[in-house]
T-cell receptor, first 113, second 112 residues
Framework: GAVVSQHPSRVICKSGTSVKIECRSLDFQATTMFWYRQFPKQSLMLMATSNEGSKATYEQGVEKDKFLINHASLTLSTLTVTSAHPEDSSFYIC?????????FGPGTRLTVL | GQSLEQPSEVTAVEGAIVQINCTYQTSGFYGLSWYQQHDGGAPTFLSYNALDGLEETGRFSSFLSRSDSYGYLLLQELQMKDSASYFCAASSYGGSQGNLIFGKGTKLSVKP
């Protein structure tokens, strides 16, 4: 399956700062990538679909001005959590679809103090 | 709304067989997939069913019945390393291409 990397793997920041998470497709050109969020012991919730060269599509209830997505190339999508607050602490995971399955990056654990 | 139901926890012993069921209610359904997630890790793709019947991949098999809106993941010859959470996920038309709706996950504990 597809190989997806994420950076950073873990980040701790102060409340009010912005955090950028990078998602790279290492072996596949992805016009579409997906961003999920997972709170402890809960399921994955789709936040948005990142589209190369155009605006991201956000799921209902996800603030587009808070979670900025940029998909400037076929191998890189970024998610920026702006003005992060403790309730944004979560596990953020990107994925891309290849064939029948979705292949996930290793995830980024964000802790906002 | 769209939802998937699966048991929250299952416990089994090494060498045994375990079946994790998943019922779904989604509009525009076209396939059911299964993912494994170890604590602290990201999900990994296990299998996908678009047609009714059984798909076998080594020790893991997955089944789908579209008429019953039901599927299951079958794990055979359980090993300790199989202890993880298992998620069923539905693909459906109408949403973003390729996006998935996940069940809440089943935590499998394999005992010696």
């Amino acid at each position: 399956g597809a190989v997806v990397s994420q950076h950073p793997s873990r980040v701790i920041c102060k409340s009010g700062t912005s955090v950028k998470i990078e998602c790279r497709s290492l072996d596949f050109q992805a016009t579409t990538m997906f961003w999920y969020r997972q709170f402890p012991k809960q399921s994955l919730m789709l936040m948005a679909t990142s589209n190369e060269g155009s605006k991201a599509t956000y799921e209902q209830g996800v603030e587009k001005d808070k979670f900025l997505i940029n998909h400037a190339s076929l191998t890189l999508s970024t998610l920026t959590v702006t003005s992060a607050h403790p309730e944004d602490s979560s596990f953020y995971i990107c994925s891309q679809k290849q064939g029948a399955g979705q292949f996930f990056g290793p995830g980024t654990r964000l802790t906002v103090l | 709304g769209q939802s998937l139901e699966q048991p929250s926890e299952v416990t089994a012993v090494e060498g045994a067989i375990v079946q994790i069921n998943c019922t779904y209610q989604t509009s525009g359904f076209y396939g059911l997939s299964w993912y494994q997630q170890h604590d602290g890790g990201a999900p990994t793709f296990l299998s996908y069913n678009a047609l009714d019947g059984l798909e076998e991949t080594g020790r893991f098999s997955s089944f789908l019945s579209r008429s019953d809106s039901y599927g299951y993941l079958l794990l055979q010859e359980l090993q300790m390393k199989d202890s993880a959470s298992y998620f069923c996920a539905a693909s459906s038309y109408g949403g973003s291409q390729g996006n998935l709706i996940f069940g809440k996950g089943t935590k499998l504990s394999v005992k010696p």
